[in-house]
């Protein structure tokens, strides 16, 4: 008897899109109480907060992991998109020569 053919093959990126693109951690120093991340929501209307700029002397200017249009995911693990934006940006700030981790998904476009 034949084997069964295989149902499913290497695994591939999927094609839709999706709600959890390849995510980017990272820990981010705060200069002068902040870390430079401009916010905004979506213009799709859904529920995700986009970075919509980087201030020229944050730390992730220079560094270049992280570019506008990127979606913020979480600040120290709290999923961005449960909180309203002047919550984020509270979260964001901190005492000059702090710490905190980013999660962001990274803009595909197509």
């Given at each position: 008897?034949?084997?069964?053919?295989?149902?499913?093959?290497?695994?591939?990126?999927?094609?839709?899109?999706?709600?959890?693109?390849?995510?980017?951690?990272?820990?981010?120093?705060?200069?002068?109480?902040?870390?430079?991340?401009?916010?905004?929501?979506?213009?799709?209307?859904?529920?995700?907060?986009?970075?919509?700029?980087?201030?020229?002397?944050?730390?992730?200017?220079?560094?270049?992991?992280?570019?506008?249009g990127?979606?913020?995911?979480?600040?120290d693990?709290?999923p961005?998109?449960?909180?309203?934006?002047?919550?984020?940006?509270?979260?964001?700030?901190g005492?000059?020569?702090?710490?905190?981790?980013?999660?962001?998904?990274?803009?595909?476009?197509?």
């Amino acid at each position: 008897a034949a084997s069964p053919p295989h149902s499913h093959g290497p695994r591939e990126a999927p094609v839709s899109m999706s709600l959890d693109p390849a995510l980017l951690s990272t820990s981010v120093e705060s200069r002068e109480g902040d870390v430079g991340l401009l916010l905004g929501s979506s213009p799709d209307g859904s529920d995700r907060v986009l970075i919509t700029a980087i201030e020229p002397w944050s730390p992730l200017a220079s560094e270049g992991p992280v570019a506008p249009g990127d979606e913020l995911v979480a600040v120290d693990g709290d999923p961005a998109r449960l909180l309203p934006l002047p919550s984020l940006a509270r979260l964001l700030r901190g005492a000059p020569g702090s710490e905190v981790v980013i999660t962001v998904g990274r803009r595909t476009d197509g």
